[in-house]
């Protein structure tokens, strides 16, 4: 898990460290670098998959990603769990535009034990590599384990790469989906996939798949089951460059029907987007081995409040079911907060200088002698991101 997360020069964070939990939460207004951080976090899962040049869009001006101090981004994390105990890191330093070499290239690479262990490596510039790799990418490409031994560094490579951001939209819910099999039990960042993946589920596991349907009826009495048909569907996106749309195609795929109570059945195009949501909640609690890391937008958006506190429990219920997974989310919903505890929340705010503080909850006094009387959001609609903001943080002078 990782228990820590510090990034620097990353947009407006400018030296921000969050120290986490198994699930945690981002709150804050508007433009108060909840988002930002979730970026910060994939972009560890980046660099162990794929050059990190792949993080930004075609076209990107990276003469404009760093702070005006021209310092370069700093990411890093402590992992902790079974055997690995370290803290990872590195920084990527931007070139200014019209140099010579790579616009961007990872740099001042570092692995430190957790437990008073002496450094294993400073790599400083990864030469000689087109495009330029991480250290630690390079060593599991090439399994070599000279620099970094091999048990850190498998570990923090499967941690890091199973990173994932998830922004849902029901549209992209809805899409019927050609089949592929390198998207197999995958969902899109925008929801896109969700037909594939029920039907991988269905297809392993039967018993798993009816589990799913028999849940999804709970919540949804008039919902009896799923049915995955054949028809004209979207290829999945091509990335190169960005992170693309699914494009329309003739071939056939598969799509979401939901047969109901009363006999009738109807498409995912015409059901509600609370259903589909909640149905793409379900689909990741029910993944044989789901991400280690899911970065979650909003989960709320297109939820009725009475099934917010729903959609935390099927999501503590994916933790609890898959220890190595964890999740951090932001909200802008009370009643999303009223089902966390103040050690599980950060609140995030903006200077008048447009840097970004970050501070949690059960850090903070006026916080905790309230608890007593109200929950987590109804404290945090009657204090405001402002008030909260400027309370005395525990044990400061």
Known sequence: MITQFHVANYKALREVTLDLTPIHVLIGPNGSGKSSILEAVALLSWTVTDPVQSFW??????????LKSGQPIAVSCQIQGGNLSVEYGFK??????????????????????????????????????????TALRNAVLHRNWVVIPEEIAIGVTEQLAGIIIQRWNPGGLRMPVV?????????????????QCLDDILVMDRSKFAQLEGELSRMFPEILNIQLISETAYQWPFREGGLGLPQITSQSGKGI?????DGKTIPAAQASDGLLIILGYLTLLHLPNPPRVF??????????????????????K??????????????????????????????CSKATDGSVSVRRLCDIPDVKRQLDVFRLGEIWTAEGDDQLAKSPVEGAK
């Open 57 to 66: 869009p075609a076209g990107t001006d990276f003469g404009v990603l760093p």
């Open 257 to 261: 029907r939901f047969k109901l109570a």
């Open 318 to 347: 994916l933790i609890k079911n898959h220890p190595k997974t964890q999740i951090l989310m932001t909200t802008h919903s009370p009643y999303l907060l009223d089902e966390f505890q103040p050690e599980e929340v950060t609140l």
């Open 179 to 195: 089949l592929a099999s390198v998207h197999r039990l995958e969902i899109d960042r925008s929801g896109f996939g969700l037909a």
């Open 92 to 133: 990527i330093k931007i070139s200014p535009p019209g140099s010579s070499g790579a616009p961007i290239t990872p740099t001042d690479e570092y692995f430190d034990s957790l437990n008073g262990g002496q450094r294993i490596g400073n790599h400083g510039r990864v030469r000689d590599q087109n495009p330029p790799l």
């Open 295 to 316: 970065l979650i937008e909003e989960p709320e958006n297109g939820i009725h409040p009475q099934r917010v506190r729903e959609i935390i429990g099927l999501l503590r």
